[in-house]
C-alpha cells in the first residue's frame, strides 16, 4: 500500500451488542475493538454466528452498540448486501439514482453521476434494464455502483458474492479491487470464504463465534493484483483456516 | 477529511470512465472481454409474441366465453322453461339494450350512477389509505382496530342500510355512507398488507441508503406495497360498486333516475326486457372497469419481472417438455416469482377468460 493516508477512517472501541433481555438474552458480540485505516481493505471472517452481519451493521449505522462506540469521525458509509437487493420496481439506472435523489442532487447532475457509475461497473448502456433483466453478477454490480452513489468513504459489504457462481465472483473480485484502488474508499468486507478474504484484504480479522470476539488478527502481505488460485494465497488462507477451525473446535464440546 | 476524500474519489471516478483500463493492474487487462463474454452469455432472453398475436390471444377466448354464454341463454329460452314475459332471449334484451343507448334517460341514469360510484369510491380510498397507513403504523391502532376492519369487510354491505335510511333518510348520503363503508375496510386491509409484507431487506437497503421517516415509505415501503394496495383498491371497488347496486334497488330519490332504480322499476311493471337491458349496462360497467384493473396489474407485474399471465407458467413447463431445450430460467423465474393467490390477491384472472370478477360482482 502506497497511498495510505495516515488517519484512522474507522474506530470500533469496546463494543458489545446484545439482543433480547432477560434469560433469553444474547450477546452477538463482546467487547470488539478495531481501528480501520482510511483507503484500507479489510476483511472480517467468521463462522456462523459470529457477529460479523451485526458489526457490519452497527458500522453501517443499522444499528446501535449496547455498550462500546463505533466512531466514523463523520464519515459517511454505504452497504451493499448479498442478495443484491435491488429495488424490483426501479430500472439499474434507477436503482442507482435513488441515493442521489435522497441527497437532494439536480435531474441534470444525477443522470450524469448514474451514467457515471454504472461505466465505473462495467454496465454502460444497461440503465434502462431491470433488474430481472441481468445475470446475478450484473446485479451485484449495479448493487456496487448503488453503494458508490451513496459517496461513501466506506463501504461495507455483507457476503456480497456469496450467492455467484466462481467464475463470477472471480471476476468480480478483479472489479472491486480495482475501483477500490481507483476511489481510495474504505472497504469492510464480511465473508465466511477464507481464500476471498485472503485474495481481497489488507487485513483479515477473524471473529470468534458466539458471542463474537476478535480471535485474531492476519496481515495479508501478498503483492496485488492476486489471484485466487495463487500459491501464495493458498499458504495463507490454510494458515487462516487452521485458526478458524480451532476457533469452530471449541464450540463442540 | 471526510469530504476531501469525497472530492478526491468522484475525480478519480470521472478519470476512469473517459479512460478506462488505464491502470497497471494485469487483471485490468484481461478483465473486459471476460466479463463482456459473461455478461452476454448470462443476460436472460426475452421472448415475446407481436402485438397483434397478443391482442387476439387475449381476445377470442372472451369472445368464445361471450358466444357460449349467450348460447346457454337461449337454449333456456326455447327450452319453454319459463315464458319469455318472465324470461326474455338474449336477441330481444340486447334489441332492447341498443335502442337505450339512443335516450336522453339512459344516459342521465348512467352518469348519475357513475358518479355515485366514483364519489363514494374517492372517498372510501382516502379514508380506507388514512386508516390502512395509521393502522400499519401504529401498533396501538393495530391492536385496537386491526381485526375490526377484517369483520367489517365481512359484513354484507345491505345491512347497513336500516340504520343509513334513518340517519340520511331517502338521499343520496345514505347511499354514499353504504358505498364507502362497503369500499374502505378492503381499502385499508390492502394497505395493511402491502406495508407488513414489505421485505425487510428492502427496508435495510432503504435505511442504508439514508432514507429514513417519510422518504423511507416514499422510496422504498409504498412501491413495495403497491401490489397489495392495488389488490385492495380493485377489491374495495368490487365491493362499493356491489354496495352502490344495493343501495340504488333500495334507496330511490324521488327525481334521480339512476341505473339501479331503472332496474327496480322494470321489475315493478314486470318488464322482464327491461330488467335484462339494465343488467346488461351493469354487467358492461364491471367488465371495464375489471379491465382497467388488470391493465394496471399486468403492466405492474411485468415491470417487476412477475409474469405477465396467470397461466405462463404452465405454458413455458409445456414448451420446456415438448422442445426438451427451452430456456429453463424463464420456466424457474415464472414459477417462484409468481405468489399464489391469497386473500383479496388480483390478477389470477389476468388472462380475463374466466370472469372471476366480474361473477363476484353480480
Request: positive net charge.
Amino acid at each position: 500500500m502506497t497511498a495510505v493516508l495516515p488517519d484512522t477512517a474507522l474506530r470500533i472501541d469496546g463494543v458489545s451488542r446484545f439482543f433480547g433481555t432477560g434469560a433469553a438474552q444474547v450477546q452477538a458480540l463482546d467487547n470488539v475493538s478495531l481501528d480501520v485505516r482510511s483507503g484500507e481493505f479489510l476483511c472480517l471472517l467468521g463462522a456462523s454466528g459470529c457477529g460479523k452481519s451485526t458489526l457490519l451493521g452497527l458500522i453501517a449505522g443499522l444499528d446501535a452498540p449496547s455498550t462500546g462506540t463505533v466512531d466514523t469521525a463523520g464519515r459517511r458509509t454505504g452497504m451493499m448486501f448479498q442478495d443484491s437487493a435491488l429495488l424490483p420496481w426501479l430500472t439499474a439506472g434507477g436503482n442507482v439514482e435513488v441515493p442521489l435523489r435522497l441527497r437532494g442532487i439536480r435531474r441534470a447532475e444525477r443522470r450524469a453521476r448514474v451514467d457515471e457509475l454504472l461505466s465505473m461497473v462495467r454496465l454502460a448502456g444497461m440503465a434502462d434494464r431491470r433488474p430481472h433483466e441481468l445475470s446475478g453478477g450484473m446485479r451485484q454490480r449495479v448493487s456496487l455502483a448503488r453503494a458508490f452513489a451513496q459517496e461513501a468513504d466506506i463501504l461495507c459489504m455483507d457476503e456480497p458474492f456469496g450467492a455467484l457462481d466462481a467464475m463470477t465472483r472471480d471476476l468480480l473480485h478483479d472489479e472491486l479491487e480495482r475501483i477500490w484502488r481507483q476511489t481510495g474508499v474504505t472497504v469492510i468486507f464480511v465473508t465466511h470464504d477464507v481464500r476471498e478474504a485472503v485474495r481481497l484484504g489488507d487485513r483479515i480479522v477473524l471473529l470468534s463465534s458466539r458471542p463474537g470476539r476478535v480471535a485474531e488478527v492476519f496481515d495479508v502481505d501478498i503483492d496485488r493484483p492476486r489471484r485466487i488460485d495463487s500459491t501464495q494465497v493458498a499458504e495463507l488462507a490454510t494458515r487462516v483456516t487452521t485458526r478458524l477451525r480451532e476457533e469452530v473446535g471449541r464450540h463442540g464440546h | 477529511m471526510a469530504t476531501d476524500i469525497g472530492i478526491n474519489r468522484s475525480s478519480l471516478t470521472k478519470g476512469d470512465t473517459s479512460a478506462p483500463g488505464d491502470t497497471r493492474t494485469a487483471a485490468d487487462d484481461l478483465d473486459p472481454g471476460v466479463l463482456a463474454g459473461l455478461d452476454a452469455l448470462d443476460i436472460p432472453t426475452a421472448q415475446s409474441r407481436p402485438l397483434a398475436g397478443r391482442a387476439w390471444a387475449a381476445a377470442w377466448p372472451k369472445i368464445g366465453a361471450l358466444v357460449v354464454f349467450l348460447l346457454v341463454w337461449q337454449l333456456v329460452v326455447w327450452s319453454g322453461w319459463k315464458p319469455t314475459y318472465v324470461l326474455p332471449g338474449p336477441v330481444s334484451a340486447l334489441r332492447e339494450f341498443g335502442s337505450r343507448l339512443g335516450t336522453g334517460h339512459f344516459w342521465d341514469a348512467l352518469v348519475r350512477t357513475i358518479v355515485r360510484a366514483l364519489k363514494g369510491y374517492a372517498l372510501a380510498v382516502v379514508i380506507g389509505g388514512v386508516v390502512g397507513l395509521a393502522v400499519a403504523r401504529f401498533t396501538v391502532l393495530r391492536t385496537a382496530i386491526g381485526s375490526f376492519i377484517t369483520s367489517l369487510q365481512t359484513m354484507p354491505s345491505v345491512v347497513w342500510f336500516p340504520l343509513a335510511i334513518l340517519l340520511f333518510k331517502l338521499s343520496e348520503s345514505a347511499i354514499l355512507f353504504v358505498v364507502i363503508l362497503g369500499a374502505a375496510p378492503s381499502i385499508a386491509n390492502g394497505v395493511i398488507y402491502g406495508v407488513d409484507y414489505v421485505p425487510p431487506l428492502l427496508v435495510r437497503v432503504g435505511r442504508s441508503m439514508g432514507a429514513r421517516g417519510f422518504s423511507l415509505y416514499r422510496y422504498v415501503v409504498a412501491p413495495a406495497a403497491l401490489p397489495s394496495v392495488l389488490a385492495g383498491l380493485k377489491q374495495g371497488w368490487a365491493f362499493s360498486w356491489r354496495s352502490l347496486m344495493a343501495g340504488e334497488l333500495l334507496v330511490i330519490v324521488p327525481g334521480h333516475p339512476s341505473i339501479g332504480a331503472d332496474l327496480q322499476n322494470s321489475r315493478e311493471l314486470l318488464d322482464a326486457v327491461g330488467v335484462m337491458a339494465s343488467m346488461i349496462t351493469i354487467f358492461f360497467i364491471g367488465v371495464v372497469v375489471d379491465a382497467a384493473f388488470n391493465a394496471a396489474d399486468r403492466q405492474l407485474r411485468a415491470r417487476r419481472g412477475l409474469v405477465a399471465e396467470g397461466n405462463s407458467a404452465v405454458r413455458a413447463a409445456q414448451r420446456g417438455r415438448s422442445r426438451n431445450t427451452a430456456a429453463p430460467g424463464s420456466a424457474e423465474a415464472t414459477a417462484a416469482g409468481y405468489p399464489p393467490a391469497g386473500p383479496g390477491a388480483i390478477g389470477h384472472d389476468g388472462g380475463g377468460a374466466n370472469g372471476g370478477g366480474e361473477a363476484g360482482q353480480s
